[in-house]
C-alpha cells in the first residue's frame, strides 16, 4: 500500500541552524501539508501547498518556515534559524484532493531536537 | 470558531472491555468533515475513519465502531473487546473544507489497555 515517507526520523540541531525535513508524498496525491506535534500536545497544522504553491498556512508558519517541491517526488519544510521551541515531532501529510473532500495521509513523522 | 474537544486525556481498560472515547466539536459550517487518527508508541499517525456532514450513519468496522450525532456535535468512538494492541492516544479531527485544507485536531485520548 502506498504511503508517506519522512527523513530523517530524527534529526538534532543547534540554535539557530536551518533544517530541512524531507518527505515523499504518495504518488498520485496532489496537495501536501506539514503539521507539527509539541511532545504530549495535540498536532497543529502549519500549512498546505498545491500547484507549487501555498493554498494555506497557520499563524506558527512565519517567516522562518518556508517550503518547496524541488522535484516531482519530494516535498520539503524548512526551517531557516531554528529556536527551542521548534522541538517537536513534525508530520508530513498528502491527500489526493483538497483537504475537505478527501482524507489526509500521515507519514511517521521527523522528531527535530534543538539544543 | 472551529473547536475540536477530547475531555478524555487518558482512559485505562482491562482487556476485553468496551471502551468509548469522546469527541465533541464545533463549527458554524454545514459542511465539515470528522476524522479519528490513532497514535501508537512508534508515533505515526493511521487513519482510521472519515465522515462527512450530511452522512449521520452509524459506521462499525471490525471491533471498532463510531457514532456520529449532529444534534449534540458528537463524533464518538468505541473499541469493542479492547485488545493490548489498541493501547494508542486516538485523536479526533475536524476539517471544514472545501475552502480550508487544515485539520484541526482535539487534544487527543491515550488508551492503555492492560492484559
Known amino acids: 500500500e502506498p504511503e508517506v515517507t519522512q527523513t530523517p526520523s530524527h534529526q538534532v540541531t543547534q540554535m539557530g541552524q536551518e533544517v530541512i525535513l524531507r518527505c515523499v508524498p504518495i504518488s498520485n496525491h496532489l496537495y501536501f501539508y506539514w503539521y507539527r506535534q509539541i511532545l504530549g500536545q495535540k498536532v497543529e497544522f502549519l500549512v498546505s501547498?498545491?500547484?507549487?504553491?501555498?493554498?494555506?498556512k497557520s499563524e506558527i508558519f512565519d517567516d522562518q518556515f518556508s517550503v518547496e517541491r524541488p522535484d516531482g517526488s519530494n516535498f520539503t519544510l524548512k526551517i531557516r534559524s531554528t529556536k527551542l521551541e521548534d522541538s517537536a515531532m513534525y508530520f508530513c501529510a498528502s491527500s489526493e484532493r483538497a483537504s475537505g473532500t478527501d482524507t489526509q495521509y500521515f507519514g511517521p513523522g521527523t522528531r527535530l531536537t534543538v539544543l | 470558531a472551529q473547536k475540536v474537544t477530547q475531555a478524555q486525556t487518558e482512559i485505562s481498560v482491562v482487556e476485553k472491555e468496551d471502551v468509548t472515547l469522546d469527541c465533541v466539536y464545533e463549527t458554524r459550517d454545514t459542511t465539515y468533515y470528522l476524522f479519528w487518527y490513532k497514535q501508537p508508541p512508534s508515533g505515526e499517525l493511521v487513519f482510521l475513519i472519515r465522515r462527512n456532514s450530511f452522512d449521520e450513519q452509524n459506521e462499525i468496522s471490525g471491533r471498532y465502531s463510531w457514532n456520529f450525532q449532529k444534534s449534540t456535535s458528537s463524533f464518538n468512538f468505541t473499541i469493542t473487546a479492547s485488545q493490548v494492541v489498541d493501547s494508542a492516544v486516538y485523536f479526533c479531527?475536524?476539517?471544514?473544507?472545501?475552502?480550508?485544507?487544515?485539520?484541526?485536531f482535539g487534544t487527543g485520548t491515550r488508551l492503555k489497555v492492560l492484559a
Open positions: 501547498f498545491y500547484n507549487n504553491e501555498i493554498s494555506e
Open positions: 479531527a475536524l476539517s471544514e473544507g472545501p475552502g480550508t485544507y487544515k485539520y484541526i
